[in-house]
């Protein structure tokens, strides 16, 4: 991987709003976690984009797989993203 | 012949939907034996005139079991070979417009190798979001038929019950995904271990898959496994885990890699990504500013209603039950029985009737949040303030039910997947006011506060009741922050919610809960409520006592000694010993507190005026002032809102948490609350 494509990996927490991008890892601990992330079809390749944020910025609200999804800044910081 | 299928699907594909439009109002909610959780059945006509019976299962995401809703569903389908309730089918609602996710789940069903129909819901809104699916392929790709419907319109169901009549449902196995390479060879010899447990081949597939995603730790703690085959897949786990395969994950990357092509073969998506009218709505309703002033908006909004235009049905139900007295005193000769039939049934089962209609417009009122997608915006939107305390936005949902009843708020904590957050939900769900509250406050409300105008808009009344409903969640979510400290210390829990389009709220739905709430209502007073009034009316009454005035018959009753036994004991929240016998006889349901004032005064009071304004004008005998003031109405209010007054709500608890311990909890804290709160207020109130 080049240092340019590498660069442009971020956590889910930290994209804007309308920014999109490819998941690339999904780094938390519990395993549990891990597993109902992609059971809601957050997998490796999946495209995501952040629609907006909750009145008092968390949580925040972002769209994959044709759904909207709600989750909490701290669980989406554990998921990282090639961003576009 | 009787034919049962059973219903499964995603959270919001609809599901609930299409079993109204199967099965109208032939349904009955019962208990899956031996476990807490309610079931829903239901009966349909095949067009050869067959009957066929459905069963509802729980809405679930996957079968991997985070939630105590979601086992139920897994163990019902893993079970269902070998339990009394098989069932030859399985209905699987799929939101067409959300084809991939909830084909997850459907992949899952048919590992298991159960006969299955795929009912792809919610065309029309697939269809508005550029999304066509060719059901032909999806049914050939699928391995199972598929039918498209429209449940809300009915559209697809006459063509969905043709189907299940006429299908003959294969038995070999459909199973079409293929796992990782690295993992097929681990995955296979555990599955035939399995089998020559006497596991059939397609639970057995499931199992493996369980067992090798699972984290090592929990084979330890596995239900069933030996010694033996923990070794085994112990072995297995460390060798994939040194190749740093991600266990957890595989499967389902899988399944999804599987449902790609699957979709690619017969779903067509105009990418058009159009910022659709639901993305419209929640720019406003999940705004900064506006969010929550559509929020607080619409909760009193709701109040509002409750307090104006419902009272209107309320009076006539009144005017129907005095007339219905007055008549039967003309008919019946004048005495004992005259007096049970007047004051004890109709004076006491006619005061709580006439709430049904608040009680039927408050379920309808939720009924609309939850289905037309608002309910998930509020999770949303209140999710900060809940973290705060400690708790889930999925709380929230739960909290909001408990509004209309603790019972089904207590019962949709199910979805909360963490234990301790989920005690905690159900330890405060009963401080919000729920409808059985209402009679009393509305009683209390209407004869004691003034109907003034605040601002010209905002009746006084109307201010006070949302008074009431704040205060009980400013306790609850007081006591949910005291318990996640102390009792129920814990991590936060997952936060993941889907936010469904939204959508008009289905009339057959809303119909079924009103309905369904009036019946129940309607039995608990024709059952319950009337043995209380006749046992209170027989009380109240005896023993005669002679040549004294209906006062002093009342005084010197049994229920006027128990009044006048616990009088010392509520004296200090300023409460005599006519609300003692009330406070005593809706110890097991609140709204008994109404039809008792109701019988007493009646027994006292013969005249034709409403029972608040017999409490209002009573003067007591010995200070020659009115018995009750406004600070005792609204001590006796606060009272009602924070007591635990509710013999079915401590029975779901102890159902739900399975032991006396939560419910004993429960029923302490809350009436220790209620006790001191209400004496503070009354003492500062005789400051004042």
Known sequence: ?84 | MLRTFSIIGNPNSGKTTVFNALTGLKQKVGNYPGVTVEKKEGKFILPNGDVANLVDLPGTYSLTAFSPDEKIATDVLLNHINSSSKFEAILCVVDASNIERNLFLLSQIIDLNIPCVVVLNMVDVALKSGITIDEDKLSKQLGVPVVKTIAQSKLGIDKLKETLQNHIFPSKNLRKWKIDSVLQKEHSEISQILQKNNLDESSAFHEATQLLSMPTEELLIHPWLTVDLIKIIRKKHEKLDFLEIDRGSAFINSRYDWIKLVCDISVKKKFTEIKNLSDKVDRILTHKFFGFIFFFGIMTFMFQIMFSWVTIPMNWINLFFNFLGTEISKILPSGQIESLVVDGIIGGVGAVISFLPQIVFLFLFLGILEDSGYMARAAFIMDKVMSKVGLHGKSFIPLLSSFACAIPGIMATRTIENEKDRITTMMIAPLMSCSARIPVYTLMIGAFIPNNSIFGIISLPALILVSLYMLGLLAALVFGFIFKKTLLKGATPLFLIELPQYKMPSLRTLFQIMWERSIIFLKRAGTFILAVSIVLWFLASYPKIENANPSEQLEKSFAGKIGKFIEPSIAPLGFDWKIGIGLVTSILQREVFVSTMGTIYNIEDDSNSSLGEKMRTEINQQTGKPSFSILTAICLLVYYVLAMQCLSTIAVMKRETNGWKWPAIQFSYMTLLAYFVTFLVYRIGVLI
Do not use: C, W
Not at chain 1, 2 to 15: A, H, V
């Open chain 1, 1 to 84: 991987m080049s240092d340019k494509k590498l660069k442009n990996i971020f956590t889910l927490d930290l994209l804007n709003i309308d920014e999109s991008g490819i998941v690339t890892q999904i780094s938390h601990d519990s395993n549990s976690t891990r597993q109902r992330l992609l059971e809601m079809g957050l997998t490796i390749g999946t495209k995501v984009q952040v629609i907006r944020f909750a009145p008092l910025g968390d949580p925040i609200e972002i769209s994959l797989r044709g759904y909207r999804l709600s989750l909490r800044k701290n669980e989406a910081h554990g998921i990282l993203i090639q961003k576009d």
